[in-house]
């Protein structure tokens, strides 16, 4: 596709509820990225997958974040539970670099904003 | 701990105004620096600097790297209320991951 999608745009969950957000990256992209952007601050690192294989999933806040990419395209991260704090706007990334450390650039989705209520 | 500071936290100019954004960072294996703006949606990529010294120029837009003093400046000259955006800093380590600073809330006013 033309860029990176993201649904759906908008989420509202009761706390306690489970979600799950999903992803497209751009096509052939190998490398996929998930980052957390609360509200005023820079985006953070959630979890990264090269291909279907999730390398690097060291910022996942907690056992209740879950993500996968069973065959290498589209991702979805799930959150089990929801609390208010889980409030933030979820962003994927997608880059067409081949092995950890090359330098290609990531290109982002435009988002979910989860809403906990 | 890496860290990725940027400042001013807000700017509000005028039309017409130029704006320098600054990037400081403390990073261990640094590979690369980017700069994204986000609006009201999808952070996009403006620059990727990864050497000291070598302006990078879009447009209006410029941005330099010094690698020995750690930081980053982000230039935008003959600003336009369209230029109204968080600026993002990001900088990249030897992993693949990115860690962004808090960004420039940058208001240009007509």
């Known amino acids: 596709g033309a860029g990176v999608s993201q649904s759906p745009r908008y989420k509202v969950a009761k706390r306690g509820q489970d979600v799950a957000l999903r992803c497209d990256p751009i096509?052939?992209?190998?490398?996929l990225f998930w980052y957390q952007q609360a509200l005023g601050q820079g985006p953070e690192f959630l979890t990264y997958?090269?291909?279907?294989?999730?390398?690097?999933k060291s910022g996942l806040p907690s056992d209740r974040f879950f993500a996968e990419r069973p065959e290498g395209s589209v991702s979805t991260l799930k959150i089990q539970r929801t609390q208010q704090e889980d409030s933030a706007v979820y962003l994927c990334?997608?880059?067409?670099?081949?092995?950890?450390?090359?330098?290609?650039?990531?290109?982002f989705g435009p988002g979910t904003r989860l809403t906990v209520l | 701990e890496d860290k990725v500071v940027q400042s001013p936290l807000s700017l509000v100019v005028h039309e017409g105004d130029t704006v320098t954004l600054n990037c400081s960072y403390e990073?261990?294996?640094?590979?690369?620096l980017l700069w994204y703006k986000q609006e009201k949606k999808a952070p996009t990529f403006l620059f990727m600097l990864?050497?000291?010294?070598i302006e990078k120029k879009s447009g209006r837009l410029s941005s330099i790297l010094d690698k020995k003093e750690l930081f980053s400046i982000l230039n935008i000259t003959a600003t336009q209320t369209g230029d109204s955006a968080v600026y993002l800093c990001?900088?990249?380590?030897?992993?693949?991951?990115?860690?962004f600073g808090e960004g420039t809330q940058l208001t240009v006013n007509p």
């Open positions: 990334a997608s880059s067409p670099a081949r092995f950890p450390g090359d330098t290609d650039t990531q290109y």
């Open positions: 096509s052939g992209h190998v490398s």
């Open positions: 997958f090269q291909n279907e294989a999730q390398l690097d």
């Open positions: 990073v261990t294996n640094f590979r690369s």
């Open positions: 990864t050497s000291s010294g």
């Open positions: 990001a900088v990249r380590k030897g992993g693949s991951r990115l860690t």
